[in-house]
């Protein structure tokens, strides 16, 4: 699909390989004439845009602070308003937990049109990497896309947390995980529940650490990670090669 000048797409950067972009990512960053991309996407993903394109990191990476979302937002008003096309570039899928929608709206508000194209989410690259898939026939009848945090930080109460027919695919939820099980246990969920946590899923560094549910924040404790983790629990996981050769106790982390 062409891009008019003084419009704004939305890309999915996917998980962080260029491999994993969809060819309409691909094409929209070749033709970009403003790239705004967050700390998650990779830089062989950046490198696909033009040498004059305008390039702008809006996330925190390396000690550098994030933008305020309100910064993020008047950037790519004034960029569009320039008459320039746009990218703004969100690791995995801009619908996940990517604010897609509060920019949408921001930039419709102002005039500006926008398209966003779809991207592959962290918990899809983290089945299709490590061997499971996210539903089952007659065991994983349903897949919530979860957050650990809210807006202030606070653990959330979840209310769907005693589903065990449900996997749930946990994201931002890395440095408060051990809360965060011990939520989803006293909310009714098994702490033997199957969990596959993978840090930065999809690509070729990506670690999984099996688990069950009532040892995750050891587990994740004991593995240092220092990537973006994606934990997908529910019994689906438990179809992993690297869960099924995990010791019987599965107390301890493994890559
Ligand atoms: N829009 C993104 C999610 C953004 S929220 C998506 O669809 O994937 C940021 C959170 O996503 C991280 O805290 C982590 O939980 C998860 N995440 C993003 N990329 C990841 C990756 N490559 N591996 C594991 N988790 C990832």
Redesign the pocket.
């Known amino acids: 699909m062409p891009h008019d000048p003084g419009t704004v797409k939305l890309v999915g950067a996917g998980?962080?390989a260029a491999d994993l972009l969809t060819l309409r990512a691909a094409r929209a960053i070749e033709s970009a004439q403003a790239l705004l991309y967050d700390a998650?996407v990779c830089d062989e993903v950046v490198a696909l845009a033009p040498a004059a394109c305008l390039k702008i990191q809006t996330g925190k990476r390396a000690g550098r602070t994030s933008m305020k979302q309100e910064t993020i937002n008047r950037l790519m008003l004034r960029l569009a308003r320039r008459g320039l096309r746009v990218v703004r570039l969100?690791?995995?899928?801009?619908s996940?937990?990517?604010r897609v929608g509060e920019e949408q709206a921001f930039l419709n508000a102002h005039g500006i049109s926008t398209e966003v194209v779809p991207?592959v989410?962290?918990a899809s690259?983290?089945a299709a990497q490590f061997g499971f898939p996210l539903t089952y026939r007659g065991q994983a009848r349903r897949l919530v896309f979860a957050t650990a945090t809210t807006r202030d930080g606070a653990l959330a109460e979840t209310g769907w947390a005693a589903d065990r027919e449900a996997t749930l695919a946990l994201?931002?939820?890395?440095d408060q995980l051990s809360a965060l099980a011990a939520r989803l246990i006293a909310e009714g969920r098994s702490p033997h529940t199957p969990v596959m946590a993978?840090?930065?899923?999809?690509?070729a560094d990506a670690r999984a650490m099996p688990g069950r549910l009532g040892a995750l924040g050891q587990a994740l404790a004991a593995a240092g990670c220092e990537?973006?983790?994606?934990v997908v629990v529910g019994e689906a996981a438990a179809q992993a090669p690297a869960f099924l050769n995990a010791e019987p106790a599965l107390i301890e982390a493994r890559s």
Do not use: H, I, S
Not at 90 to 94: E, R
Not at 171 to 174: A, H, Q
Not at 198 to 203: L, Q, T
């Open positions: 998980p962080g998650l969100k690791g995995g899928d801009p996940v937990f990517g991207g989410t962290a690259a983290a994201y931002m939820g890395r993978v840090e930065n899923a999809g690509r990537g973006p983790v994606v």
